[in-house]
């Protein structure tokens, strides 16, 4: 299975943008980049996926890179109920579609 | 506002009982996963079923743990004997496979599990 790699934690101001990099260097052509979040004592939710280009919702932009071996989660404009752990994950269609979930980033936002 | 349900919430007990976890599924969804989060092993992917049928339920300790769906509304996660190392939080999450793309897991709540 591929792997993502992403920082442990990373701090950002409220109301600025936020960059949360991924690395996975061994995606295949057929694997989803998805990023799903958890706040404090929740459930993980959806953010956004992208295969190839970038994407854009009313959460977060996703940024691809040319040869798909990194991406980037972009949270324009950062509030407090943004402080969540993120999670970068490969979902390769060709297999039974699991989420293999890694260690993700706690992303900490200070007022 | 459409959700995935789990009961309980929170579950003590004793070591060597049996623990049945219940989800209800968004209504419409196809799939079911069940999830385990510990502090020390993440979220680990326990069993998935896809129009009820299990998919895979490698992750599963098979001894001990068992999954089912008796049907599209309700999937059950069992734990007998449960034992203190199963305490930990235990998500479901379901979604809507169309087979071409892939689909949104909806998670619920988490049932909190502390097996003493």
């Known amino acids: 299975d591929a792997k993502t790699t992403q920082p442990n934690s990373m701090e950002s101001n409220e109301e600025e943008p936020v960059h949360l990099p991924c690395n996975h260097s061994?995606?295949?052509?057929?694997?989803?980049i998805h990023w799903y979040r958890q706040l404090p004592s929740q459930g993980p939710e959806y953010v956004i996926h992208g295969l190839t280009s970038n994407v854009n919702n009313r959460m977060a932009s996703l940024a691809i890179a040319e040869d798909r071996k990194s991406s980037t989660l972009i949270l324009h404009r950062a509030t407090l109920r943004d402080a969540a752990v993120y999670y970068c994950i490969l979902r390769d269609m060709d297999s039974n579609y699991q989420l293999i979930w890694g260690a993700g980033t706690k992303l900490i936002i200070k007022p | 506002d459409a959700r995935v349900t789990q009961t309980p919430r929170h579950k003590v007990t004793e070591m060597g009982q049996e623990v049945t976890m219940r989800c209800q599924p968004i209504l419409g969804h196809n799939t079911v996963f069940w999830y385990r989060q510990t502090m020390m092993q993440g979220l680990e992917l326990l069993a998935y079923?896809?129009?009820?049928?299990?998919?895979?339920d490698s992750g599963m300790p098979k001894d001990r743990f068992s999954a089912e769906m008796p049907d599209a509304t309700l999937a059950t996660l069992k734990i007998q004997p449960s034992e203190p190392r199963d305490s930990a939080v235990y998500f479901c999450?379901?979604?809507?496979?169309?087979?071409?793309?892939?689909?949104?897991?909806?998670f619920g709540p988490g049932t909190r599990l502390t097996v003493l």
């Open positions: 061994t995606i295949s052509g057929t694997d989803y």
């Open positions: 999450a379901s979604g809507l496979s169309s087979g071409r793309t892939p689909d949104t897991q909806y």
């Open positions: 079923f896809r129009n009820r049928a299990p998919l895979d």
